[in-house]
């Protein structure tokens, strides 16, 4: 059974100036305590707690919605679900397989071609080449870019490269689905024919996590929701109950 | 303080946990092989892609360089351009290859951050991904040797299979050297250019366009201290049928071993924080 869990996760991220990414400056800072001091003071790395305990178990059928404002952590929380931030503290549990699409732009390489590009993609989803290969004919034709696709990437508009990503982006099929805010691009005619692609991608996912901060599409695709707010959860329940309580926030 | 109080009660655990998720990003790097060999692979057709000559435009810089110096120093040393030049051709293409993972280490985290901040992918085969496009590119280099050795009509040495095992030396170097050291890199970003500067000083303090052979006593004490003079020496002797030298080979195997200790060591410790740090 598909499961994801998170146990009391804390994540800080630390917050680089140029002098404390400077090795040089580390280590005159070792060299003479006079010296050291007034530098350590300029050295001070600060730390912004990102994500406060927050703990959550999905099960299979659950549908999650995360809603807050910008910065509240929602992106960084499904990071922290997609095991790329570890967790400063906490455990995370991840039973079946899991794909994120946090940004569709990932793993497009501009010099590419559109071949290349659902080939490279592909692998990174732990496809083979060939496998890879065999989606070619489904993706020109749902996209319907054709011939471009033997163009380099760099030279395709906006809109067909939103097109070919949101494509390749969904072929997969995992148990567990990570999204991150990706409707909104590119013209009606395509929103439609994604939306329902996205609908029968969401649909064959055991468990989803879907941040967005349209109330429509958190309707359509969640049975349950968690309302952030600076790093921590508010509310954990139903979309309703969380899209009432959002209202509210100061 | 809720945090540190927390952090405390599970420090006894946290080695373990590290040692795992270790041990878990170095089978993803074997399980996703297609990975960075595939992202390898692309970085070296973008070469090709712009031009036709594609990587082969080192190889003719290489081959520009070895000429030009193999020719002015064997008259400024008095030697016989026929012994001079395969030496230095040999030294300078392997010598590329140890720079350019030395060199090239820095960036390997910072560059693929557009991939690890939307997958969780192998960091070791980040570096990994690395070392093969460095190797792909020295087998371009690899050409000049040829070339210089049908030029001067040179026979490979009779222990000439010698350089398999040295060039797998030359790679596990590389990888347990760029690890640890592509991670410093990415946390102090003024460390790239320190050691973009110590690699053009360890070029001349490394017998490439030296020999030993012939060199004052103090050039032959910093050969000997330098690792990277038993490396290319691994290669270029039993190729060029020169006396091999057990002690180059004990060299480079106990540098080898040393670094795979730091860089494993390295990794358990600092893997988590690499994300944090690109």
Redesign the interface.
């Known amino acids: 059974m598909p499961l994801l869990q998170l146990d009391?996760v804390?994540v800080?991220?630390?917050l680089?100036t140029a002098r404390g990414?400077?090795?040089?400056n580390?280590v005159l800072a070792q060299l003479g305590s006079k010296v050291r001091q007034k530098i350590e003071e300029h050295n001070q790395i600060a730390t912004v707690h990102s994500l406060r305990?927050i703990s959550v178990t999905l099960h299979d059928g659950d549908r999650l919605g995360l809603v807050g404002r910008n910065g509240a952590g929602k992106s960084t929380l499904l990071?922290v679900m997609?095991?790329?931030?570890?967790p400063?503290?906490?455990n995370l549990h991840v039973q079946g397989s899991l794909a994120?699409i946090?940004?569709m732009?990932?793993?497009m390489?501009m010099?590419?071609t559109g071949y290349?590009n659902i080939?490279?993609r592909g692998?990174?989803l732990?496809q083979?080449?060939g496998q890879a290969r065999s989606r070619i004919p489904e993706i020109a034709e749902w996209t319907e870019l054709g011939d471009a696709l033997a163009r380099?990437v760099r030279t395709y508009s906006t809109g067909m490269q939103v097109r070919l990503a949101f494509a390749v982006s969904t072929t997969i099929r995992p148990d567990i689905l990570i999204l991150d805010e990706m409707i909104g691009a590119g013209d009606a005619h395509f929103i439609e024919k994604a939306r329902a692609r996205l609908n029968d991608l969401v649909s064959s996912t055991s468990i989803l996590v879907l941040a967005s901060h349209s109330e429509s599409v958190l309707r359509q695709f969640c049975n349950r929701a968690l309302l952030m707010h600076d790093g921590q959860v508010l509310l954990d329940g139903s979309v309703e109950d969380v899209l009432a309580e959002y209202e509210k926030l100061p | 303080m809720r945090a540190t109080e927390l952090s405390t009660v599970t420090a006894g655990s946290r080695l373990s946990r590290s040692l795992r998720a270790a041990w878990i990003d170095a089978g993803m790097a074997i399980s996703g092989w297609r990975i960075w060999t595939t992202l390898a692979w692309n970085d070296i057709t973008q070469r090709y892609r712009r031009s036709m000559l594609g990587p082969f435009w080192l190889t003719l810089s290489t081959a520009i360089f070895v000429g030009a110096l193999g020719w002015l120093y064997a008259g400024l040393m008095h030697m016989e351009i026929k012994n001079y030049l395969p030496f230095i051709a040999v030294g300078y293409v392997v010598w590329g290859l140890q720079s350019s993972f030395m060199g090239d280490a820095g960036n390997c985290f910072p560059s693929a951050e557009g991939y690890l901040k939307q997958v969780n992918i192998s960091k070791i085969g980040v570096v990994l991904r690395m070392v093969l496009r460095n190797f792909i590119i020295f087998l371009h280099n690899a050409v000049v040797i040829v070339a210089v050795m049908l030029i001067f009509q040179l026979l490979p040495g009779p222990y000439f299979w010698l350089i398999i095992p040295s060039l797998l030396l030359n790679i596990w170097f590389g990888v347990a050297l760029a690890l640890p050291l592509g991670m410093i890199c990415t946390r102090f970003r003024d460390l790239s250019q320190m050691i973009a500067s110590l690699i053009s000083v360890l070029f001349f303090v490394t017998p490439i366009f030296w020999n030993p052979a012939t060199a004052s006593k103090a050039l032959v004490a910093v050969s000997e201290v330098n690792p990277f003079s038993s490396f290319i020496a691994t290669f270029r002797d039993p190729l060029l049928g020169y006396p091999i030298h057990v002690h180059d080979w004990i060299v480079a195997i106990t540098c080898s071993a040393v670094m795979s200790i730091v860089a494993a060591a390295f990794f358990v410790r600092f893997r988590s924080r690499i994300m944090y740090w690109v």
């Open positions: 009391h804390h800080d991220f630390p680089y990414r400077s090795i040089k580390r305990d990071r997609s095991g790329i931030y570890e400063v503290l906490g994120s946090t940004d732009s990932m793993g390489d010099e590419a290349e080939v490279l692998v990174f732990g083979s080449h380099p």
